[in-house]
């Protein structure tokens, strides 16, 4: 968690982009990211030079030993003008970062492939006073705290939600963190997201990690009262986290820099954060291995709307669901990635529950005849507005095997108002998301404890309730429906209606008590 000191400088710089002339977040966050870059760079070589006079041994210098080499280290071009300063950034700095690049795989390995995705780095902001308090801020982030950098990079990126453009870009963090803890991933798995945003589902995999793994002594209290996790107990999984656990892929090349920054700054410094159209099929030839049987677990948002040029798309994921639709051919490309017994969450729109065409109906009977489709939260309409009003469910299923049950759950509140401004709410009854999580570990109990269909049926046969089962028999007699109000029970009450002779006497009683009034008013003319 962030101090209110830096949360209000974050906020102060914000207003000056915009003053400034910059009104697109993305641009904002991609902006901030080539100095905090700079400035993470001028780090890893102090560290690398205290190292070497510590130990007498040389080390491989990212910036050379003279004047100009040593003037693009951000401690030695921090100060400058704000004139001097743009031109410094723009014509030595940010070029310099196509030959940095090529090093961070080997002396810069804790920034990760970074480096790949800030070779084309361009200076946007033409306000020379926004670019000196933009630097001044970036200088006093205490980027050396690796429990408050990630939290200062999320900070930044909450600004795409409420500036309102580019929300496309975020899953809200409340679903995201119910959508790891449903899926529990493993340190030791290896976890992909297709369409990767801003690495929202991989950062936040990396904090429920830290959470699970931090030891009484991991586990403290920082200034403002939050609780911080360590994950002190993650040490034996480390160099498996770092250089081989986390996939994103993505072909907007502004999200592979923000993308690769937040894994950074969030302590994961190998996050494989690669430019792949994951539906075209020149995923076969680039990523041949993880095209196929590679995933533990994949969380994904994948984009909703759009259809694809069949020359294009990958022939394999075509052959399992002949479509166009985007969200379709997601789910088909998720079944291909996930090794067997591999895990998915994923959300998907309402249609690819219900729609009525061949592909719907191959792609639902695909997850319930040849694979595990285990659960499906049904959200309400608002959550992903103002952006879109659109109806979504989450998907939950393993690769594999075949179903027996389904596990559905009605959540018709996830904290927030389901309007445009999707102001917190307060209080019980405005939140599904604790009950949900909850009742989704009580069935998975159930089920990896060999359960009964009676003993399952007993706890979550009654279809009045917010969770249920359906036998996978039944969706199939339903041509593969998997809609939610395809199978939960509405209880209608009775309304009691008074008499109408008592209704007609209270509106006598109410007219005569408007004309009294209005005799009333009229005395007073």
């Not at 109906?361 to 103002?386: A, W």
Request: with cysteine.
């Amino acid at each position: 968690m962030l101090t209110g000191p830096i949360r209000n400088d974050i906020d102060k710089l914000w207003e000056k982009f915009w003053t400034g002339g910059i009104t697109n977040p993305l641009t904002v966050i991609e902006q901030i990211s080539y100095l905090m870059f700079a400035r993470m760079l001028d780090m890893q070589e102090d560290l690398a030079e205290r190292k070497a006079r510590r130990t007498g041994k040389d080390f491989i210098r990212l910036y050379e030993e003279t004047p100009e080499g040593q003037l693009l280290r951000w401690k030695n071009f921090k100060n400058l003008g704000g004139s001097e300063l743009r031109t410094h950034l723009k014509e030595n700095v940010y070029p310099s970062f196509s030959r940095l690049g090529n090093s961070m795989k080997t002396e810069v390995k804790s920034l990760g492939q970074i480096g790949e995705y800030m070779q084309d780095a361009d200076m946007e902001i033409k306000n020379e006073s926004v670019l000196v308090s933009a630097v001044e801020m970036v200088d006093k982030l205490p980027l050396a705290q690796s429990d408050v950098k990630g939290d200062i990079y999320e900070y930044l990126l909450s600004k795409l939600t409420t500036a309102g453009i580019n929300g496309q870009f975020r899953t809200p963090r409340h679903i995201i963190d119910t959508m790891v803890e449903m899926l529990n991933p493993q340190p030791t798995d290896t976890v992909c997201d297709p369409a990767c945003g801003t690495a929202g589902f991989l950062v936040r995999t990396m904090e429920y990690l830290n959470r699970r793994y931090s030891s009484e002594f991991g586990i403290f209290t920082d200034e403002e009262g939050n609780t911080q996790y360590s994950g002190d107990l993650l040490e034996p999984y480390r160099d498996h986290i770092n250089k081989n656990m986390f996939w994103g892929f993505d072909f907007d090349t502004t999200m592979l820099r923000v993308s690769s920054m937040n894994m950074a700054l969030h302590g994961v410094s190998g996050a494989h954060v690669l430019y792949q159209d994951s539906l075209s099929k020149s995923i076969k030839e680039n990523f041949p291995q993880q095209e196929e049987d590679f995933f533990d677990c994949i969380l994904a948002n994948p984009p909703f709307k759009g259809s694809l040029d069949e020359t294009n798309t990958n022939p394999d994921v075509l052959g399992m669901v002949k479509t166009k639709k985007t969200e379709l051919l997601f789910v088909a490309h998720i079944l291909r990635a996930l090794k067997l017994g591999g895990r998915a969450a994923v959300i998907v729109p309402d249609g690819v529950v219900f729609g009525s065409s061949k592909a719907h109906k191959q792609l639902r009977q695909e997850l319930i005849e040849n694979n595990q489709l285990e659960g499906i939260v049904s959200l309400p309409s608002g959550v992903f507005k103002p952006y879109a009003g659109v109806s979504t469910a989450i998907l939950f299923f393993t690769k594999g095997g075949t179903t027996e049950r389904v596990w559905f759950y009605d959540l018709q509140a996830d904290g927030y108002s389901l309007d445009d401004k999707r102001t917190e709410l307060k209080g019980e009854g405005g939140n599904d998301l604790p009950d949900a999580l909850a009742r989704w570990q009580e069935y998975r109990e159930l089920v990896l404890a060999n359960a009964t269909a009676e003993e399952i049926n007993e706890a979550f046969g009654d279809k009045k309730e917010k969770a249920f089962v359906v036998d996978a028999e039944d969706i199939a007699a339903n041509k593969f429906d998997l809609s939610i109000n395809r199978y939960k029970e509405v209880v209608y009450e009775e309304e009691v209606y008074e008499e109408p002779k008592v209704i007609l006497q209270k509106l006598r009683s109410l007219e005569k008590d408007i004309l009294g009034d209005l005799d009333e008013l009229e005395g007073m003319l």
